[in-house]
């Protein structure tokens, strides 16, 4: 079992350039989560998915980010155009089922190593 | 909005000592995440609770939902504890259950 896994794990982009960063969910885990952490700051929710759809994407910049889920694959989060506030850490976490309470019995969150991108 | 405050910021602390680390938040929730961060970036999870305390091995992490503050407790401290701790917290069903809002973490250095 290899656990989340992310990829590439460093990335340098110039300004205007487009970053993609993956993610492969554990085995068994359909439900995947997208969180950025940017310098000096707290993780933040982007963007929920599963299978093929996008459940919550409240946490995601308006325009220039994008993220998918396709049927075969691993996750995408797409940024375009990428401006030097986007250089941050973005990590990825799945769960076997939605990630609720205890009592949902949905309390695994296993996250990815991360996705350290740098914008020249 | 869940606002999650946690203290202290950076923690240093002897090889040995036992170590608290407090989280506090502003509004009801679901249940509530204690996250290792290590040097290297990688994040773990090592309690979800929504009531009460759990316990592995030198970790302790308990929870009083009335007045919205949780704790980390490490027992016999190590150097090879050192990392960030997270806290995050997780709303009620139906109100942006599927976001969890994260503290800034402490900072955790143990000498040998």
């Known amino acids: 079992n290899a656990g989340v896994m992310q990829n590439p794990r460093h990335l340098v982009r110039r300004r205007g350039q487009e970053a993609r960063l993956r993610c492969s969910p554990m085995k068994g885990h359909s439900h995947v989560y997208w969180y950025r952490q940017l310098p000096e700051e707290g993780l933040k929710f982007m963007v929920y998915l599963q299978k093929e759809n996008i459940i919550d994407e409240s946490g995601m910049p308006k325009e220039r980010f994008s993220a998918e889920f396709p049927k075969e694959g691993p996750s995408i989060l797409r940024i375009q155009q990428v401006v030097r506030g986007d250089s941050a850490a973005y990590f990825c976490?799945?769960?076997?089922?939605?990630?609720?309470?205890?009592?949902?019995?949905?309390?695994?969150?296993?996250f990815g190593a991360g996705s350290r991108l740098t914008v020249l | 909005k869940n606002e999650v405050e946690q203290s202290p910021q950076n923690l240093t602390a002897q090889e040995g000592e036992f170590i608290t680390i407090n989280c506090s938040y502003s509004?009801?929730?679901?249940?509530l995440h204690w996250l290792q961060q290590h040097p290297g970036g990688g994040i773990v999870s090592l309690f979800m609770l929504s009531s009460g305390k759990k316990k592995h091995g030198r970790l302790i992490a308990t929870i009083n939902i009335q007045e919205k503050h949780s704790s980390l407790h490490i027992t016999a401290s190590h150097p090879r504890d050192s990392a960030v701790y997270i806290c995050a917290v997780k709303g009620v069903p139906g109100a942006g259950s599927y976001q969890l809002t994260f503290g800034k973490g402490t900072k955790l250095s143990v000498i040998p």
């Open positions: 976490a799945s769960s076997p089922r939605v990630f609720g309470t205890e009592s949902s019995g949905a309390n695994v969150l296993t």
């Open positions: 509004v009801g929730i679901s249940a």
